[in-house]
């Protein structure tokens, strides 16, 4: 099994900038894809980033293109999401998860099945 810890959030003022970690232990062998994922109050679970483990390929939500930028290091156990340019509209909390088989799809979260415990990242303007 894979367990998730995620850290790094925080309270920053708008345009200023945050780093989230997610440091993944267990069988990290058979992770294929750690993502990013955020949930506001009364909505939906949401889509930010994801990294494939190997090859290192990204996907972005269109609403973080530019200001946001995932990376994984040490083998795909640790990823970060940076966040710069931060709005009131980032305020969430931000969740951590793993894909542990091959997908073409690693944007939706239906498509991963391990989770971190999150972590609130607050954006004031």
């Known amino acids: 099994q894979v367990q998730l810890v995620e850290s790094g959030g925080g309270w920053v003022q708008a345009g200023g900038s945050l780093r989230l970690s997610c440091v993944a232990s267990?069988?990290?062998?058979?992770?294929?894809?750690l993502g990013w994922f955020r949930q506001a109050p009364g909505k939906e679970r949401e889509f930010v980033a994801a990294i494939r483990r190997v090859g290192g390929g990204t996907d972005y939500a269109d609403s973080v293109k530019g200001r946001f930028t995932i990376s994984g290091v040490n083998a795909g156990n640790t990823v970060y999401l940076q966040m710069n340019s931060l709005k009131p509209e980032d305020t969430a909390a931000y969740y951590c998860?793993?894909?542990?088989?091959?997908?073409?799809?690693?944007?939706?979260?239906?498509?991963?099945?391990?989770w971190g415990q999150g972590t609130q990242v607050t954006v004031s303007s």
């Open positions: 998860a793993a894909r542990t088989s091959w997908t073409t799809d690693i944007m939706t979260p239906g498509q991963y099945n391990l």
């Open positions: 267990g069988r990290t062998f058979s992770v294929y894809a």
